[in-house]
């Protein structure tokens, strides 16, 4: 059996940080990456979402559009969000068919109660669906910052059970991280994944930068810490939340705290603050360094 293969990017020393990056999208985003995408490398991975109320075909026009500005997609698939098999075997061979997709991300998603067949990202991987279709690469999610319904014995153990079962089906797993504001608790996350011998690539997860009341939404919404030290750390003031904050530290911090003991990492930017300006941030930060 072949081996499968991430991403080029992989293959390669990073020459900075945010060399080999991704990328994550709505299908309401197609605008703004036609509009970004010649300041984006080619084959760059990007991500699209898998949003409720979002029509099939809204998803997979973005993902083909993805691949047709010369990119890499790579969907969602939400477990709990998806309503029986036929739906979700049909998105994923459309997905295949129309837009030459090699890599899938999987979640639980957010409701408590699924919606169909499938209770978390578990079942999705074990259906078998994934290998039938060519899939070569899944994505499944990291907390850096923790999970709310599970302790981090119980975190690392569901990481390692899913990395061993898509290995075991011929696929290459690879880990993407909820954003975090803070470096230190994401490199301490990095050595104890590395310590339990768990050696998948991980991108982590950073938020583009953004007005301070976006961010704060979307960590709430996604269970990020926001300590009043964590945040000063990351730039931002509890007392100053009418402007916008950048990851100019949270990167820099990165950078100067990783290395061999953290395995292959690259990063995956949120861009909460808008796809543009996120591009713009990286290429900016690339270019002084």
């Not at 020393?13 to 994550?24: F, H, I, R």
């Not at 995408?37 to 997979?60: D, K, M, N, Y």
């Not at 990492?265 to 796809?275: A, D, E, I, K, S």
Request: aromatic share 8%.
């Amino acid at each position: 059996m072949p081996t499968p293969v991430i991403h080029p990017a992989w293959e390669r020393p990073a020459q900075n940080t945010v060399d080999g990056y991704s990328l994550e999208i709505t299908a309401k985003d197609i605008d703004s990456l036609k509009a970004a995408s010649p300041a984006i490398p080619a084959q760059t991975p990007i991500a699209v979402t898998f949003l409720p109320g979002e029509e099939f075909s809204a998803r997979l026009d973005a993902i083909k559009m993805v691949r047709d500005l010369g990119f890499e997609p790579m969907p969602h698939f939400s477990a709990r969000r998806i309503r029986s098999t036929a739906e979700f075997e049909e998105y994923l061979q459309a997905a295949v068919s129309e837009a030459g997709v090699k890599r899938s991300f999987v979640i639980a998603g957010d409701p408590s109660e699924p919606e169909g067949p499938y209770f978390d990202s578990s079942v999705l991987i074990a259906s078998g669906a994934f290998e039938r279709a060519g899939i070569q690469a899944i994505g499944i999610g990291g907390h850096p910052d923790g999970h709310p319904n599970m302790t981090e014995d119980q975190c690392f153990a569901v990481l390692e059970a899913k990395c061993s079962e898509i290995t075991r089906r011929g696929m290459a797993p690879l880990i993407v991280t909820q954003f975090a504001f803070d470096a230190g608790a994401v490199l301490q996350w990095l050595e104890a994944l590395r310590q339990r011998s768990i050696d998948a690539p991980v991108r982590i997860g950073v938020p583009g930068p953004a007005g301070i009341k976006t961010l704060m939404r979307f960590a709430a919404r996604c269970g990020v810490g926001t300590s009043a030290s964590v945040l000063a750390k990351y730039g931002i003031s509890i007392t100053q939340l009418m402007g916008s904050a950048g990851p100019d530290k949270l990167v820099n911090a990165l950078e100067a705290g990783f290395g061999p003991k953290h395995g292959k990492v690259r990063l995956h930017f949120y861009p909460f603050g808008g796809l543009e300006k996120t591009v713009a941030w990286i290429n900016d930060y690339d270019r002084r360094h």
